[in-house]
């Protein structure tokens, strides 16, 4: 055990519960606490950072055996326990380990003669259209990925390929789309090893927006290597005249290995342009080469000037895109040593000078030997383009780019030396621009190019790029397709109102377009060695089906098959009428869904019906037959919890980060926490077309706190909501979370417009929304701008003091009031309260009563959330009481969610250690397994769902057996309609029994040890 700081409170009390916290309670309001009998003394210590372990290092892997689940073995129940600690320094965001370092720049050792270089399709949003594609550019000593959209830190880790070998990020664009994934990728470098890394980053002038949004969540230390190019950004915006000054390529690396170039584009929105017309004299193959140079030599579609000819187009920031053009130095001819001897030349020294190009005299002769003497004719670089042209105003400015002339097959010019060959352009452009006349006529002045269309294509959705996560969805949905709907994989009838892409065009036109392929996952193009230039294929992952997946599963399980249809058969029943009778005011007695009616207690699952259960697992899944009066007569149209994300820290192959989809159905829908790849996890569980309509009933998204694997997917939700509907009229989206994030959304908007409200979490609090209803009721706006939300919130409209925002966990005189960080500018208060108006609005629209923020135990401004439906009335008059959700965001177990828990109908909680790891588990301010479920417990919560789970567990978590019999373990994907909860723990013991062979590893080639 740590050893315990001298800061240690002790509570007396004469009564006795798992984790129950006996003092007073803040939460008077009874739509979140009724009156429970609190019991036993428990002490609530904290453990200062300096007396904690921080042993970075992940324990290593241990055997399963034949289940996930294990005995507690001289344990003693948390009841019995004198205390339950949490690391002070870290919930006040004073944790040494936390502080910024110098990161290290690795500085590689050039070889000038690759043996092998390619360029390759990292597919990242292939399959859910959700984020641009990446493409890595590969050297034996260098690596280079052109851009980082949402998931490419989880595609790398399911392909293999090593975060720490990354040399240089490009990025074609700033914005969500192609830069998403770029914060977890810098706090992942930056964790590495015992000193981090960072990496050089690239991109538009814009990309100073971006730094400075992340800056709020980012250690400066990690984005020191940054580079600009282009027009200085300004948050008014360039005029287009900025833009003469880069005509010319950008050059931003030249060494012995590459030339990499900048091209830039600006959109060309103006009226009377047009692209390049049909009867181009470029495409026309009756005209001349003088008249072709001619016409060339000037842009195809300059840039005008307004019509007034006085005020210049203003560049936004966000709208430039980039070409790159990588450019290899040439490959030098053959050394004719029998030449060399013929000029008077001796082998030694000086052939090598000559290989190296340098001219020698002769040792015989009195003459000068030069390089092209002895040398056979050079092979020029490979050069390859990526191109991105993300609108078809961007595209007029393609069309009309000056700088790119040299690389067109068809412009000559006297100089013939100047024409460069290219060899490949990857398109990144949308298929509505690629398909274009215009676009494909473009195409074709490359000549032999091979183009590759890494646009979103219609063919890639078939296949999952992430296999390993479709693998397991399809093993969970042949188990129980109730809680696991998603199939994991997708087949073409499913997709409406797509057309694949195709290259050919209206007849009459240029009778013969260039050949170009459509991209696949991991596709390459080998640049070195030259023999060998072109496309490779062989490293295309095969084609997985899901009846192939199935077919092993039961090859390895035999079992399942038996498992899955007792689960079917639960369902089945679930369909018969049930008898309810009253027992207490609020709680009911049903017949479960798996009761026959001509008995009186549950159907008993027996040994010889699913030989993997223990006795243990049997007693459990048989035991429960309380319901919550709040589900009588409810329907599967009511809610149903979504879990997208159930890992925690970062990415990995089998759970992404935190995220909760709360689908209302008719009402709406809400987000509960948005870490990265939350838009691709959504497109992954409803399809490409049904995530989009998920995102447009958004009726508001609620953060918990500002480490970014809760929130940095938020900016990709808000910007496609905004596309989404920018032809409806619509409210911004309302966003709730820590203060903290209001800064990065603030900032990153100077670079994308989110189309959001934000409401800090502290208005939300139970004491906040107390004085906001007073006020409310009493028709008096308390809250006038400029006047400091403290005072707003002492009085109500009597005179009569309320309690502080900050509630009584954080309260001034409580022992943790360190660890609220209180603005130190005042509020605009006005608004708060119209934004206080607009949640009350936007709940009523939802069919909530209640949205409650809970300060928990994890970090400065870390909360969890209470969300409570509106009563219902049935057909007979009789009112029913609405469900209750609480999700617990990250923290140590607390009395305040504990009292904002109780008689909750769900408590989503955060259980990212094994109970074996208690010590890691206070260090970091986070809960054990054991702990997650004795909250519930103790707050009497129907059903309790563990998520947020250490990446140390692949798969499955290691869990107790005991008290699980109201529990069940998330997993991406997994869907529990309100209506299912009764059957909830029942699904447990055949989930032990579809990983039972399963050994804890840790599945990272580097490992972060980290637990945000």
């Not at 759970?655 to 809400?670: A, D, E, H, Q």
């Not at 062979?997 to 599945?1003: F, H, K, T």
């Amino acid at each position: 055990m740590p050893q315990i700081g001298t800061f240690r409170l002790f509570f007396s009390s004469g009564y006795s519960s798992p984790l129950s916290f006996p003092f007073k309670l803040s939460f008077s309001s009874s739509l979140l606490n009724k009156s429970k009998t609190l019991q036993k003394p428990l002490s609530f210590a904290t453990v200062s950072s300096s007396s904690v372990r921080r042993e970075r290092k992940v324990p290593p892997p241990r055997t399963r055996g034949n289940s996930t689940l294990r005995e507690a073995k001289n344990e003693k129940p948390m009841e019995e326990a004198k205390s339950v600690m949490f690391n002070k320094r870290r919930a006040e965001g004073k944790d040494k380990s936390d502080k910024p370092r110098t990161l290290q720049l690795k500085v590689r050792k050039l070889n000038p003669v690759n043996t092998i270089c390619y360029v390759q399709i990292l597919g990242t949003g292939m399959d859910t259209q959700d984020t641009s594609p990446s493409v890595l550019l590969f050297f034996d000593k260098q690596r280079f990925i052109f851009n980082a959209g949402e998931g490419l830190q989880r595609f790398c880790t399911e392909h293999k390929i090593k975060l720490s070998k990354i040399d240089h990020m490009f990025l074609s664009r700033v914005c969500s789309e192609t830069a998403g994934g770029l914060p977890g990728l810098l706090l992942t470098l930056a964790g590495m090893g015992e000193e981090g890394m960072s990496v050089n980053m690239w991109g538009p002038s814009d990309l100073k927006y971006l730094i400075d949004a992340m800056r709020s969540f980012i250690p400066n230390a990690a984005m020191v290597h940054t580079h600009g190019f282009g027009p200085a950004p300004s948050a008014k915006g360039s005029a287009v005249s900025d833009m003469g000054k880069f005509t010319d390529p950008i050059v931003l690396i030249d060494d012995e290995v590459v030339k990499i170039s900048a091209i830039l584009l600006r959109p060309s929105c103006f009226e009377g342009h047009q692209v390049m017309s049909e009867d181009s004299t470029l495409l026309n193959p009756s005209v001349g080469p003088q008249e072709k140079k001619d016409q060339f030599m000037k842009p195809l579609l300059p840039h005008p000037k307004s019509p007034d000819r006085k005020v210049l187009p203003v560049l936004k920031p966000g709208d430039v895109s980039v070409v790159y053009v990588c450019e290899l130095p040439e490959i030098k001819g053959k050394f004719d040593p029998a030449k060399a001897a013929a000029l008077g030349l001796k082998p030694g020294p000086k052939y090598r000078e000559l290989q190296l190009g340098n001219s020698v005299k002769s040792d015989r002769q009195n003459i000068m030997v030069h390089p092209s003497d002895v040398l056979g004719p050079s092979v020029p670089g490979p050069i390859v383009l990526l191109v991105d042209c993300p609108t078809l105003s961007h595209l007029q400015e393609l069309l009309s780019v000056e700088s790119l002339s040299p690389y067109y097959a068809d412009s000559l010019d006297d100089k013939l030396d100047d024409v460069k060959s290219v060899n490949c352009v990857i398109h990144l452009s949308p298929a509505f621009v690629t398909k274009t006349p215009d676009y494909q006529k473009w195409m074709k002045r490359f000549g032999g190019a091979q183009h590759i269309m890494a646009g979103h294509e219609i063919k890639n959705l078939e296949v999952p790029i992430l296999k390993s996560s479709a693998r397991i969805s399809a093993r969970l949905n042949y188990l129980c397709p109730q809680f696991f709907p998603a199939p994991g994989f997708w087949s073409l009838q499913h997709l409406n109102n797509f057309e694949p892409y195709t290259f050919s065009i209206n007849e009459g036109s240029v009778p013969k377009l260039c050949e170009g392929i459509s991209a696949e996952n991991l596709l390459k193009f080998t640049l070195r060695p030259y023999a060998q230039i072109g496309l490779d294929k062989s490293v295309i992952p095969s084609s997985l089906t899901p009846t192939e997946v199935i077919d092993e599963l039961i090859s390895e399980i035999p079992e399942i098959t038996d498992a899955a249809e007792q689960i079917s058969q639960i369902w089945c029943k679930s369909q018969e009428s049930k008898r309810l009778s009253p027992v207490q005011d609020d709680v009911v007695m049903i017949e479960e869904p798996w009761i026959n009616e001509n008995t009186s207690k549950p159907d008993k699952i027996s040994r010889e019906e699913i030989p993997c259960l223990d006795a243990t697992d049997m007693d459990e899944v048989n035991n429960d037959q309380t319901v919550p009066s709040c589900l009588e007569n409810i329907t599967r149209e009511d809610m149903e919890i979504v879990l997208l994300g159930t890992g925690s820290s970062q990415p990995s192959k089998y759970r992404n980060v935190s995220s909760v989809y709360i689908n209302l159905f008719s009402k709406g829908s809400l987000l509960l926490d948005c870490g990265e790849g939350t838009l691709g996890q959504l497109k992954r569980r409803y399809g490409v077309k049904g995530a989009d309509n998920a995102v447009r009933r958004l009726e508001f998204i609620w953060i918990s706190h500002i480490h970014a694997d809760h929130h940095t997917g938020l900016a990709r939700i808000l910007a496609l909501r905004r596309e989404l509907l920018k032809e409806v009229a619509h409210e911004p989206l309302l966003v709730i979370g820590p203060r903290k994030l209001k800064r990065f959304l603030d900032a990153y908007q100077k670079l994308e417009d989110l189309d959001m409200q934000f409401l800090d979490c502290r208005h939300t609090t139970e004491a906040s929304l107390d004085a906001f209803k007073d006020a409310l009721e009493s028709n008096q706006n308390n809250f006038t701008s400029g006047t400091d939300v403290e005072n707003l919130n002492s009085r109500d409209g009597q005179g009569v003091a309320v309690q502080n925002i900050e509630t009584t966990l954080f309260a001034r005189g409580s022992p943790m009031q360190s660890f609220w960080k209180r603005p130190s500018s005042p509020v605009d208060s006005g608004m708060t309260f119209e934004l206080l108006k607009n949640l009350k609005k936007v709940l009523g629209e939802a069919g909530l009563e209640a949205l409650v923020s809970v300060p928990v135990v994890h970090c400065p401004q870390a909360f969890g959330v209470v969300l409570k439906a509106a009563d219902r009335v049935n057909t007979v008059g009789k009112t029913i009481p609405g469900w209750k959700l609480v999700y617990s965001g990250d923290t140590r177990p607390c009395p305040e969610l504990i009292a904002a828990s109780q008689g909750a109908t769900v408590l989503i909680h955060e259980a990212t250690f094994e109970d074996g790891m208690a010590e890691e588990a206070i260090a970091r301010n986070h809960s054990t397994t054991k702990e997650a479920i004795e909250v519930g417990a103790s707050a009497d919560v129907y059903r309790i769902i563990l998520t947020h789970f250490s990446q140390r567990y692949p798969k499955i978590p290691v869990f107790d057996e005991k008290h699980m019999h109201k529990t069940c373990i998330a997993f991406d994907m997994m869907s529990v309609n309100i209506a299912d909860l009764p059957v909830l723990p029942r699904v447990l013991p055949y989930l032990k029994l579809l990983f039972k062979n399963e050994i804890m590893a840790d599945e990272f080639d580097e490992v972060i040890g980290s637990e945000t």
